[in-house]
Structure formats: structure tokens, C-alpha cells
């Protein structure tokens, strides 16, 4: 997945433009209430914040940054009236998770080989 350099070096600037511009839409265009706001900008935060994860790290650490990716757009949905009881939005979470870890379990390096034996802390570094 190959993410122009100018987003990956700029995510934190465009997160600020962004929220910004959420602001100024909501101020003369859409009229959002304080929480729609803040639900809007925590999914771009968390979007842009998964963006400059694959940009820095790649896809090996990416499990957390998708976590909260969901975890932003549930909120973004809870502030729009989506009615989810706590124990639902656990399960979507933890759905979530398991098939984000099962995704990138290909993509891992075991501390421990096949046969049960540890691997040098050297050779899993390069």
C-alpha cells in the first residue's frame, strides 16, 4: 500500500486542517452539535493516525491503529444516534481486534520457532 510521503510526514497538520474544517462546515453549512464534532474529528484523527502508522511502522504494527480506528467510528456513530448497548459495542471491538490480529498474523515474526526453540532477539531485529 504505497501512501503519498506528503500525508505520512503531514499527518498531525492535516489533522488540524481537517478538524478545522470540520468546524467551519458546521459553523455555516451543516450545523453539527458539539458531539457530531468531536466524533467527526476523532475518526479523521484516528484515520490519519492509521495513515502515518502504515507509513512509519508498516503493516506489522497496525493491529492497535485499527482498534482505534473502530473504536473512533463507533463513537462517530453513538454521536449520531446509533443505539448500541455497551455489551454490543464490546463485540463489535473485539470482532474488530481478532480480525485485525488473524489479518496481520502472517506478517509477524514468532519469538519461538516451530520446534519450540526461542530465536535470538538479534535475528528477529533484522
Do not use: C, W
Amino acid at each position: 500500500m504505497s501512501i503519498p510521503a506528503a500525508i505520512r510526514r503531514n499527518a498531525v497538520v492535516l489533522t488540524a486542517l481537517l478538524a478545522a474544517a470540520i468546524q467551519l462546515v458546521s459553523s455555516f453549512v451543516v450545523h453539527l452539535t458539539p458531539d457530531q464534532q468531536a466524533g467527526f474529528n476523532a475518526v479523521v484523527t484516528a484515520a490519519l493516525g492509521l495513515v502515518a502508522m502504515i507509513g512509519v511502522y508498516g503493516a506489522d504494527k497496525l493491529v492497535p491503529a485499527v482498534v482505534g480506528f473502530a473504536k473512533a467510528a463507533v463513537a462517530l456513530g453513538l454521536a449520531y444516534g446509533l443505539h448500541l448497548d455497551p455489551v454490543a459495542q464490546g463485540a463489535i471491538l473485539a470482532f474488530v481486534e481478532a480480525g485485525a490480529a488473524l489479518l496481520m498474523q502472517s506478517q509477524l515474526t514468532s519469538a519461538v520457532d516451530i520446534n519450540g526453540v526461542r530465536r535470538s532477539t538479534l535475528a528477529l531485529a533484522g
